[in-house]
């Protein structure tokens, strides 16, 4: 079954079995997969639309949470919209209730919010994931070589631009007048920075992991670096309307998130399986191999989380994107729901 809206398209679970009757179970996840689509059904538990965009690995614990059952055993029937839009189209939709939940990077969601978007973040999902590449012939040995070079990235409100330019002003580098920022598409990066465009590219995986397997780009710094090596940098947002009316089953999908997350920090080969079929052109040891890189073991809440969002909206402040005289603990408050209490 599958529904679209807006340009998106819904694959539910009921869908996903049905599919999987019609081609005889025919999913890349072999025995693992016939076990997820066979969990327990969907009569009784509690309709939800999840919104994610599966061009990213990271959000490979989504996906483990259907396939494994997970959401099902906290009263949950998801339903998964595919979504590429903007960040700002990503909360209209769960703030108009086209969506209930969804998953993004932190530092792509912090301004957005501050407009006032009826949504809540309940989680913080996990770390890592962006990487900055150089070329080997750039000679830059680390993040401070960046100063006067040109640096490759998908667009100018990159969660990547946005984390090394954080870096860089902690070094005392003025990422916005001694770095160079040029935008191409996230597949050309890498392309541009072999063609000479740019010297150095900062996004996030699979890309950047594919790009080094070039062999013509080596890894300069990643958002686990230092003192962030503790750092949540993608997180989930419901609905405020659903945490007012149904706030048990905003409870429930946080509970689920969090569990398959720490399934894929335990078993990452099954969540790469599991994920690959999203992904099909995906190299699965590649797949397992990211997942390790990550920290899907750290997913804060209550305090813990509003203190790093707190933490990065300060260090926002330092890039001009919130105005100096934001209290930024006040703002962690605001726009966090503790659904878990």
């Not at 483990?64 to 939709?93: P, R």
């Not at 894929?264 to 190299?283: C, D, F, G, I, L």
């Amino acid at each position: 079954m599958t529904v679209r809206f807006g340009g998106e398209s819904a694959v539910s679970r009921r869908g996903l079995l049905k599919l999987g009757a019609a081609a005889g179970l025919a999913l890349p996840l072999g025995a693992v997969g016939a076990r997820a689509l066979s969990a327990a059904p969907a009569a009784g538990l509690k309709p939800l639309k999840f919104a994610w965009n599966t061009g990213g690995v990271c959000g490979a614990p989504v996906a483990v949470a259907l396939h494994k059952g997970i959401y099902a055993k906290h009263g949950l029937d998801v339903e998964f919209i595919n979504f590429a839009g903007s960040t700002e189209q990503l909360l209209e939709s769960l703030a108009t209730g086209k969506a209930d939940a969804g998953i993004g990077m932190a530092l792509r969601w912090l301004k957005p919010l501050e407009q006032g978007f009826d949504v809540k973040i309940t989680a913080g999902t996990h770390g890592g994931c962006m990487r900055l590449l150089a070329a080997k012939t750039a000679g830059i040995a680390d993040i401070k070589g960046l100063r006067g070079k040109a640096v490759a990235i998908s667009d100018l409100s990159s969660p990547a631009k946005h984390f090394f330019s954080i870096v860089l002003a902690k070094l005392g580098i003025d990422g916005n007048k001694e770095v160079e920022w040029k935008v191409f598409p996230g597949d050309l990066l890498g392309a541009a920075v072999e063609r000479g465009e740019a010297h150095a590219v900062a996004h996030w995986d699979p890309v950047t992991f594919n790009f080094l397997k070039s062999g013509n780009l080596v890894e300069i710094a990643t958002n686990l670096d230092g003192e962030f090596s503790n750092r949540v940098c993608c997180i989930v947002g419901v609905r405020g309307s659903l945490l007012r009316e149904d706030k048990p089953t905003a409870a429930a999908l946080t509970r689920a998130l969090i569990e398959a997350h720490d399934y894929t920090a335990a078993h990452p080969e099954e969540a790469a399986a599991v994920y690959q079929q999203y992904s099909p052109k995906s190299n699965l040891a590649d797949l397992t191999a990211m997942l390790k890189s990550e920290t899907h073991n750290h997913h804060p809440v209550g305090g813990d989380l509003k203190k790093e969002l707190a933490l990065y909206t300060d260090e926002l402040k330092l890039m001009q994107i919130f105005k100096p005289t934001t209290d930024t603990a006040k703002f962690a408050d605001k726009i966090y729901a503790d659904v878990l209490a």
